[in-house]
C-alpha cells in the first residue's frame, strides 16, 4: 500500500494544483515587488508589474533570474524578508567565484523539511525506520534536509555525514539502518566496501536508498541495488530553492515528483529562452512559490531534463521530471560534439565496469584529446598486457557508439582513481584551467 507524508495536497487534483498555485503567485509576485529592489527593477525592465500576473498563465511575463544575478545581489540583495526574521543560512559547493548563499525564515525551513519528509515516506519510510543520513552537514544543504525531514516522519536518525567509510558500515549492522542517504557515488563506494568485507545483499540490513545532489544513471542505480539489496530512490533540489526534495520519487521509480504546491516548474529553450511543451527537453526553470527570505522567481537551474504529466501508478499527481542528464555546465563538447559524463557511466557499467572513471580533456595542436581513465574490477585484472588491450578497444567502441567520437581509453588498476564522499568529480578539463 502506498503512503504519504500529506495525502492531500500531493494526490490533489490538477485543478487544485492550479488553483493553489496561482494564488501563492500572486501573493509572491507581489510580496517581492514590495521587498525586493533587485528584482522590482527586473520586472520594471522588462515592463511587468504585480498587477499583470493573475494566474499561473501570466508565470511567462517575469522576468528570469541566474547565477549572475544570484552573485550581482550577494550577500543581501534578493532577500524577501528583514534579516532579523531570518534564522540559517546554508551555501553551494560552488569552487569558483562566490558561492550562492541561501537565507531561511523557520517557514522556509518547515517547508523545505516537510518535502524531504515526503520523499522519505515515498521510500517507503515510516516512524520504524532507521535512517542514516551520510550526506554533509554543514553548509552543504544534504544533511540538514533529509535531518530535518526523517525528523518529521518521525525515524530515528542517525546522522553521521558523510565519510569514515567504516563507521558508516558499523553504524548500518549494529543500529540495523533501513534507509540510507547519500550521493549515489558515495553509496557505489560504500556497497563496494561491503562486498569486500564480504557482506551480501542478504547480510545488509538496508532497505531503501534515497540517492541525490549529482547526476547518476539508471544502469549505477541497477548496480548499487543488486550489491545492497535495496531499492534506490533519486531525489533532487538546489541551495537556491531550498535543497534536497524539490524532487523526489516514488515506488514507481520512473522520474521524480516536482513538489508542486510549492514550486512550479517550466522547461525552456536555454539558447532562445522560449518556454517549450511539456515533454521535451531543455532547462529547468524554477519558481518557488512560498518561500520567504529567499523567493526565487523563474530561476534557472541549468540542469537539462523532461517534464511528464503522465499518470503516475503510487497515485501522486504532481508533474515528474525525468533524471537531470547533468547541468548544461557539465557538457563537454569535445571536437564540437556534446558529451555528458553520464553518457561514458552508462557505457561503462553495461560492459562490466563500476562506475569509477575519469575523463581527461585538453587541447593539443588545437585539436582537442580526449582521454577515458577506467578502473578494472578486482575480477577483471590482470597484467596481460594483450587482454588489457582488447578491453580497453571495446570499450572505445562502445563510447564511439554513444558518442560519435572517439576517446583514448586507459585501464588502471583497481582502487587507483580517488573514491568520493560527496559529489563526484569526474572531468578533468585542462582547456579551462590556461
Ligand atoms: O545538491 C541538494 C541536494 C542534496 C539534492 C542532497 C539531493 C540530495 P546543490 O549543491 O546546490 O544542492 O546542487 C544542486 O545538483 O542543480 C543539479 O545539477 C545537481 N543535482 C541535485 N540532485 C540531483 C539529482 C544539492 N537527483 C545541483 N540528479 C542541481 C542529478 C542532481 N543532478
Same mark, same amino acid.
Given at each position: ?12 487534483? /490538477?485543478?487544485?494544483?492550479?488553483? $493553489? &498555485? %496561482? ?6 509576485? @507581489?510580496? *517581492? ?32 533570474l ?12 534578493l532577500?524577501?524578508?528583514? /534579516?532579523?526574521?531570518?534564522?540559517? $543560512? &546554508? %551555501?553551494?559547493?560552488?569552487?569558483t567565484?562566490? @558561492?550562492? *548563499? ?12 516537510d ?12 516512524d ?29 536518525? $542517525? ?23 547519500c550521493?549515489?557515488s ?26 541525490g ?13 543488486e ?12 541551495t ?14 520512473s522520474?521524480?515528483h ?39 522567481l ?14 503516475c ?16 555546465d ?9 558529451v ?21 580533456v585538453?587541447?593539443?595542436n ?7 581513465q577506467?578502473e ?6 590482470t ?6 588491450e ?17 576517446a583514448?581509453v586507459?585501464l ?23
Open positions: 500500500m502506498e503512503r504519504y507524508y500529506q495525502q492531500e495536497i500531493e494526490c490533489a487534483s /490538477l485543478d487544485k494544483i492550479r488553483e $493553489i &498555485q %496561482s494564488e501563492k503567485l500572486v501573493s509572491q509576485v @507581489r510580496r *517581492v515587488w514590495d521587498n525586493v529592489p533587485y528584482y522590482r527593477k527586473k520586472m520594471e525592465a522588462k515592463g511587468v508589474t504585480p498587477d499583470d500576473i493573475k494566474s499561473v498563465d501570466d508565470l511567462h511575463k517575469l522576468p528570469f541566474s547565477k549572475s544575478d544570484l552573485r550581482d545581489a550577494y550577500p543581501y540583495g532577500l524577501g524578508k528583514p /534579516l532579523k526574521e531570518c534564522v540559517r $543560512i &546554508q %551555501s553551494t559547493s560552488g569552487t567565484g562566490k @558561492r550562492v *548563499v541561501a537565507f531561511y525564515t523557520q517557514h522556509d525551513i518547515d517547508l523545505w523539511e518535502c524531504c519528509a515526503r520523499a522519505i515516506v515515498a521510500a517507503g519510510g515510516t520504524e525506520d532507521v535512517v542514516q543520513v551520510s550526506y554533509g552537514y554543514g553548509l552543504f544543504t544534504g544533511g540538514p534536509g533529509l535531518n530535518g525531514g526523517s525528523h518529521k516522519v518521525g525515524c530515528l536518525t $542517525i546522522p553521521t555525514s558523510s565519510g569514515n567509510t567504516d563507521r558508516q558500515i558499523m553504524f548500518i549492522n549494529d543500529l540495523s539502518t533501513t534507509i540510507l542517504c550521493t549515489p558515495y553509496a557505489a563506494y560504500l556497497a563496494e566496501r561491503m562486498k569486500e568485507m564480504g557482506l551480501g545483499p542478504d547480510e545488509i540490513p538496508l532497505k531503501a536508498g534515497i540517492f545532489a549529482e547526476a547518476w544513471t539508471q544502469e549505477m542505480r541497477k548496480s548499487i541495488e550489491t545492497l539489496g535495496i531499492k534506490a530512490y533519486d531525489i533532487y533540489g538546489l537556491e530553492l531550498s535543497g534536497p526534495g524539490v524532487a523526489f520519487e516514488c515506488s514507481a521509480q522520474g521524480m516536482i513538489n508542486e504546491d510549492h514550486f512550479i516548474p517550466e522547461i525552456i529553450d536555454p539558447e532562445t529562452e522560449e518556454v517549450l511543451p511539456i515533454g521535451e527537453q531543455g532547462e529547468l526553470v524554477f519558481t518557488a512559490i512560498d518561500k520567504e527570505a529567499f523567493p526565487m523563474r530561476y534557472r537551474t541549468r540542469d537539462i531534463c523532461r517534464l511528464s504529466r503522465e499518470k501508478p503510487c497515485g501522486r499527481t504532481h508533474i515528474k521530471m525525468g533524471k537531470p542528464m547533468g547541468r548544461s557539465d557538457m563537454l563538447i569535445i571536437r564540437g560534439v556534446n555528458f559524463p553520464s553518457q561514458i557511466e552508462t557505457v561503462l557499467i553495461n560492459n562490466g565496469y563500476a562506475a569509477n572513471y575519469l575523463i581527461v585538453d587541447r593539443v588545437n585539436t582537442d584529446t580526449f582521454d577515458v577506467v578494472m574490477t578486482p575480477e577483471m585484472f597484467d596481460n598486457v594483450g587482454e588489457i582488447a578491453r580497453q578497444k571495446k570499450l572505445e567502441q562502445g563510447l564511439i557508439a554513444m558518442l560519435g567520437i572517439k583514448k586507459s588502471v588498476a583497481p582502487k587507483s582513481i580517488a573514491r568520493s564522499e560527496g559529489k563526484a568529480v569526474r572531468v578533468i578539463d585542462k582547456r579551462k584551467l590556461i
